[in-house]
T-cell receptor, first 109, second 119 residues
């Protein structure tokens, strides 16, 4: 079976650091993607991980541990505009991405 | 702007109507996707086309009928829908669907979506 788990909601304050976790159980694994989706808008690509370790892109970093079926998205120096849903998606060989339910992050001042 | 456009952006239809959603990508991609996103539910993959051939149909009811005339265009034909079909319908495209480790070419770019309301 395929299962992707993320927390439903998280809250944080401006300037803080927040970590959004994602665990997955899939029959095959070829990579993990993170997307950001603002309310009423389409998802936009943030990052992807294929190998274990940390990928850093400005204020956003993503980590992957394939042996643990675990990833996280780290957001630093939070801004109000970071309030959005963050979607974890797993890539399997030769098929489309499988998306988790998403984590709604609310950033307050 | 991601290079993927969808029309219309909003659609209200009765259960007996027939309508079509259109998606166009200007990225030179070869794979296109239809997703359904209902409130408080994850993105649900509906159909996948790779090089104009349908490669996935995730048990979607026959009242949804996809069409991919070329790699740049994707349609979703709708007929005799139910109120529970009301949702945001998203189109996406990617360079291709690779068989090996994920690459940049697997990255999907989404259109703005069509907000569908079935009365």
């Amino acid at each position: 079976g395929q299962n992707i788990d993320q927390p439903t909601e998280m809250t944080a304050t401006e300037g803080a650091i927040v970590q959004i976790n994602c665990t997955y159980q899939t029959s095959g694994f070829n990579g993990l993607f993170w997307y950001q989706q603002h309310a009423g808008e389409a998802p936009t690509f943030l990052s992807y991980n294929v190998l274990d370790g940390l990928e850093e892109k400005g204020r956003f970093s993503s980590f992957l541990s394939r042996s643990k079926g675990y990833s996280y998205l780290l957001l630093k120096e939070l801004q109000m505009k970071d309030s959005a849903s963050y979607l974890c998606a797993v890539s399997q060989a030769g098929t489309a991405l499988i998306f988790g339910k998403g984590t709604t992050l609310s950033v307050s001042s | 702007e991601t290079g993927v456009t969808q029309t219309p952006r909003h659609l209200v239809m009765g259960m007996t109507n027939k309508k079509s959603l259109k998606c166009e990508q200007h990225l030179g991609h070869n794979a296109m996707y239809w997703y359904k996103q209902s409130a408080k539910k994850p993105l649900e993959l509906m159909f996948v086309y790779n090089f104009k051939e349908q490669t996935e149909n995730n048990s979607v009811p026959s009242r949804f009928s996809p069409e991919c005339p070329n790699s740049s265009h994707l349609f979703l034909h709708l007929h005799t829908l139910q109120p529970e079909d009301s949702a945001l319908y998203l189109c996406a495209s990617s360079q291709e669907i690779t068989a090996g480790l994920a690459q940049n070419t697997d990255t999907q770019y989404f259109g703005p979506g069509t907000r569908l309301t079935v009365l």
